[in-house]
Nanobody
């Protein structure tokens, strides 16, 4: 089975930085897309950043120029580098991947448990 384990969240001050990590375990035949989402209290879960297996990236307008998504293939780890953090970045951040498990399987989405990021002014 595929599992995603996130880490790296915490409390930082305005302008600080954090690096979130997401370790992906389990056999994946083909990765379609990976991404980071966030959900603030009372708000919907929104896309923060995504990256295809080919390396194409997409970012929410609110984080462009501040956040960077990357992957270490050797470590099966997805990262989200967050710089110049603002209080409005406060949320639970979730790692997500969409992948196929075999040549004949459909694609499935997988979620991590989330990690809290709190930014104080």
């Amino acid at each position: 089975q595929v599992q995603l384990v996130e880490s790296g969240g915490g409390a930082v001050q305005l302008g600080g930085s954090l690096r979130l990590s997401c370790v992906v375990s389990g056999s994946i035949f083909r990765l379609i897309v990976m991404g980071w989402y966030r959900q603030a209290p009372g708000k919907p879960r929104d896309l923060v950043a995504s990256m295809t297996d080919g390396g194409s990236t997409n970012y929410a307008d609110s984080v462009k120029g501040r956040f960077t998504i990357s992957r270490d293939y050797a470590k099966n780890t997805v990262y989200l580098q967050m710089n110049s953090l603002k209080p409005e970045d406060t949320a639970v951040y979730y790692c997500n991947i969409r992948a196929t498990l075999s040549r004949v399987s459909r694609d499935y989405g997988y979620w991590g448990q989330g990690t809290q990021v709190t930014v104080s002014s």
